[in-house]
């Protein structure tokens, strides 16, 4: 990509970024096993998994602009296979993920322009230190606050109730009022649009709208996190399809690294979906909050990185920079097999739960004819 100094005249160069990697058999196979993961993550806790996908795409060496843009591309499709799953097993509420997906297209369309303003100013490295900038930021906010939530519930001190605040908003009768029959809920139409709009413009700055999606129709909607994960995957394949066309047309997306992780991602987002009829409502939060506050350090640990790629601090001892690459990189292989362990356990738990329940109920049925 080429960058132009507009302050030191017309088509003065400023800077020249590549902007594509090469593709290597390692990087092939990895870009296969993220997917796998990622759609894991998306069919289970509904978010897209693009958490963990945007910065394992940065760790490999695609800008962030390329990384975000790729990662939205190969969203819809998946979210596709995902919502009709979740569909069938009867959690996703459609109306309320259209409703919200309106709204968010808007907000796609502000996350984008801010992004090709990033990029065309500071070039590659700023588009690397506002992604992981905002990643950081929300993992933590969002992570702790759902940790925090997942904890109670597990422990058994609270009970998987409406939040006070989506109880208070739904008191609010504000024209036009909607009913979302699968999600329980009777809601002002005015309440989901700051939902839907802040969704839009995270998952176009960083490919990620579950984090504001899934929360928000948990606390400010009202809906339980089964049906709020299974409603963001219908807003994601809304969102994901038009913010597409939009980066498409930009020549941001890498369409290699889009296909290579949509073939993972399939299978996983499938796997994923099956695992939610075998949990409990808290073990999704509590998947969702420790892979972001892992994420969260990768991330972070980038961030001086950036900062002096951009001059805004002295540059890095190359030990220190050593160190904080490899903070970055095994805490986002922590992040994989955290989701991964996580899911797979509670999957095979609640396997062999339900298997013990049909046999258990067999063997009565039988007792009462005998």
């Known amino acids: 990509m080429v960058s132009l100094d507009t302050h030191a005249g017309p088509n003065v160069i400023k800077d020249v970024s590549v902007m594509f990697f090469d593709m290597t058999v390692t990087k092939i196979a990895a870009l296969l096993l993220v997917g796998l993961i990622g759609g894991l993550l998306s069919g289970f806790i509904g978010s897209g998994g693009a958490f963990i996908l945007t910065p394992a795409m940065m760790s490999m060496g695609a800008p962030g602009a390329v990384a975000v843009a790729s990662n939205m591309c190969h969203k819809f499709p998946k979210a596709m296979v995902g919502s009709y799953k979740r569909w069938k097993y009867g959690q996703a509420d459609i109306k309320l993920g259209l409703v919200i997906a309106i709204t968010s297209i808007i907000g796609v369309q502000i996350g984008i322009k801010a992004q090709k303003s990033i990029l065309d100013h500071w070039g590659n490295a700023g588009s690397n230190l506002y992604v992981s900038a905002i990643f950081v930021l929300v993992l933590l906010i969002v992570g702790l606050y759902v940790m925090r939530d997942a904890i109670k519930l597990s422990n058994g001190t609270t009970e998987a109730t409406t939040s006070k605040l989506a109880t208070r908003l739904q008191k609010l009768e ?52 089964l049906v709020s994960s299974a409603t963001e995957l219908v807003v994601a394949f809304i969102m994901g399809a038009w913010g597409s066309v939009q980066w498409g047309i930009s020549g941001l997306i890498d369409v290699r690294m889009t296909l290579l992780i949509l073939a993972g991602s399939l299978i996983g987002v499938q796997l994923g979906a099956i695992g939610t009829t075998y949990v409990k409502d808290y073990t999704i939060k509590m998947v969702m909050a420790s892979v972001m506050l892992i994420v969260a350090v990768s991330r972070g640990a980038k961030v001086p990185i950036y900062l002096a790629d951009l001059n805004l601090i002295p540059q890095l001892q190359t030990k220190l920079s050593i160190v904080l690459n490899a903070v970055s990189f095994w805490a986002l292989i922590a992040a994989l097999l955290v989701a991964g362990v996580i899911i797979s356990v509670a999957m095979a738990k609640g396997m062999l739960q339900d298997r013990a329940e049909k046999r258990t109920q067999a063997a009565t049925s039988q007792e009462i004819a005998g």
Not at 190 to 199: A, M, Q
């Open 174 to 225: 504000i024209w036009p009022m909607m009913e979302f029959k699968v999600a329980n809920v009777r809601i002002s139409a005015w309440i989901t649009i700051p939902v839907g709009l802040f969704t839009g413009m995270l998952a176009a700055t960083i490919a990620v709208g579950g984090f504001i999606g899934v929360p928000g129709m948990i606390y400010i909607v009202g809906a339980s996190a």
